[in-house]
């Protein structure tokens, strides 16, 4: 496998991690098993070394807790190397990968690798991105890192805010809320990322639709055990991990939700129901279409092996729109006046 897999020896290397990395491994296996909690303490968070203004906020931080580890111990990628589509080897045909094109510029970033690092700080077409991935929410985002005029890049503060990623920037420590792409708290509160249109697909499909593309691959592919899903059996769990929100109504709070927020209400559909349709038209021309054959990313502990979910394309007049592939829950805790369509 060219890029994508530890060597042989990954549980040698593994083992010559560093402490600090050891603790990190470890926690975020945790994470997956337990739903203790650190509560918010804006003085413990300044103890720790944020220089966030936590007197500006837009949200109860009393919804804030520590998901384990410690600032950037999930480690964003700075530096990101890719391969050539033509020269990758390894990935299987339906293993999930996010996607973006940029001037046509295309790039995949697969979920086994989003999964250990959550945030790769990038550069496409021209453009400051900053491409997320929560995995809790199932959450695959794609932001411009451009923030008020000034590029910036974003690491992970080791809290979560409903089950999911709070980010923060490098420019002014503020903190921000990956699944709204909204400041949270520090001096940018209140200001909103521009979302950038992705898709979350086969790694066929994009290798057939973009040959000349290229895909994310690990720094040091010893540095983490890619191909492996730390959150085993996650999205087949009665309830998510780490969330203290309330509940949805009459589905799943696992269940895999299309959100569309394109228009001036955001739309979301039960995949469920774009598999058995096919095929939905809003009344704003939106096409939201099933897509068959991506596996998910948090069903087997090899995502390989991961059960066949299928995905989506939302479109309109042929171009792709920004939406999300997310839980029931997630809608419940940041949309609560959006009724899922099942």
């Not at 109504?249 to 598999?275: C, F, M, N, Q, T």
Request: net charge negative; charged share 25%.
């Amino acid at each position: 496998m060219t890029g994508f897999s530890p060597p042989a020896s990954a549980k040698a290397a593994t083992s010559r991690l560093s402490p600090v990395l050891a603790i990190v491994m470890v926690t975020m296996v945790s994470l997956a098993l337990s739903t203790v909690a650190v509560l918010a303490n804006p003085d413990r968070w300044a103890a720790e070394g944020w220089k966030t203004d936590f007197a500006k906020t837009s949200v109860d931080l009393s919804t804030v807790m520590s998901g384990g580890p410690p600032r950037d111990g999930i480690p964003p990628i700075d530096d990101p190397q890719f391969l050539p589509v033509s020269e990758a080897g390894g990935l299987d045909d339906k293993e999930p990968v996010m996607t973006v094109v940029i001037k046509d510029k295309a790039r995949a970033y697969p979920l086994r690798v989003m999964t250990w690092h959550e945030i790769v700080n990038d550069r496409l077409g021209g453009r400051a991105i900053a491409v997320t991935y929560c995995p809790l929410c199932n959450a695959a985002i794609v932001f411009d890192r451009t923030v008020e005029g000034s590029e910036t890049t974003f690491g992970t503060t080791g809290k979560l805010r409903n089950s999911d990623l709070v980010m923060y920037d490098r420019e002014t420590d503020s903190w921000w809320q990956q699944f709204t792409g909204e400041a949270i708290a520090g001096a940018r509160t209140g200001v909103a990322l521009k979302v950038i249109p992705s898709r979350l697909e086969a790694w066929a499909t994009f290798r057939d639709r973009h040959p000349d593309g290229e895909v994310l691959t690990p720094n040091n592919p010893g540095l983490r055990d890619y191909g492996r899903n730390p959150y085993s059996g996650y999205d087949s769990s009665s309830v998510p991990f780490l969330y203290r929100g309330p509940m949805p109504e009459g589905i799943k709070p696992l269940s895999y939700v299309v959100v569309v927020r394109d228009g001036p209400e955001p739309v979301a559909v039960s995949l469920d129901k774009v598999r058995r349709d096919n095929k939905i038209r809003l009344d704003d021309g939106t096409l939201i279409a099933w897509v068959p054959g991506v596996r998910s990313a948090l069903d087997d502990s090899a995502i390989p092996r991961g059960r066949e979910i299928g995905s989506v394309t939302v479109t309109r007049d042929g171009e792709d729109l920004v939406h999300e592939l997310t839980f029931a829950f997630v809608v419940t805790a940041f949309l609560p006046d959006t009724p899922i369509l099942e």
